[in-house]
């Protein structure tokens, strides 16, 4: 079955750098869009970048801030993020969508302290 693996969350400051990773498996790693979603307490789950085959996107929020990257020999997808900022502060969730299903991982909580 499909299995997402987030790490790398913490506690950081303000302006520092921190690199999520997922491991995943189950499935064909690689041919399917993956995806960083986050999500602070009160609010909705969005999506931060995506990376498929095609290329990446991102949220403006974190644009020229966060890079997501894959390793397919890993079975990997990271995200770094850089510069980061208090309303960064949230629980980061590695997703993939194969044949009309949603997957999630379980979530890594990362916290911005200024």
């Known amino acids: 079955q499909v299995q997402l693996m987030e790490s790398g969350g913490g506690l950081v400051q303000t302006g520092s750098s921190l690199k999520l990773s997922c491991a995943a498996s189950?499935?064909?790693?690689?041919?399917?869009?993956m995806y960083w979603y986050r999500q602070a307490p009160g609010t909705e789950r969005k999506m931060v970048a995506m990376?498929?085959?095609?290329?990446?996107s991102y949220d403006y929020s974190v644009k020229g801030r966060f890079t997501i990257s894959i390793d397919n020999a890993k079975k990997t997808v990271f995200l770094q993020m850089n510069s980061l900022k208090a309303e960064d502060t949230a629980e980061y969730y590695c997703?993939?969508?194969?044949?009309?299903?949603?997957?999630w991982g379980q979530g890594t909580q990362v916290t911005v302290s200024s």
């Open positions: 997703s993939t969508y194969i044949a009309h299903t949603r997957y």
């Open positions: 189950g499935f064909t790693f690689g041919l399917y869009p």
């Open positions: 990376i498929n085959q095609s290329g990446n």
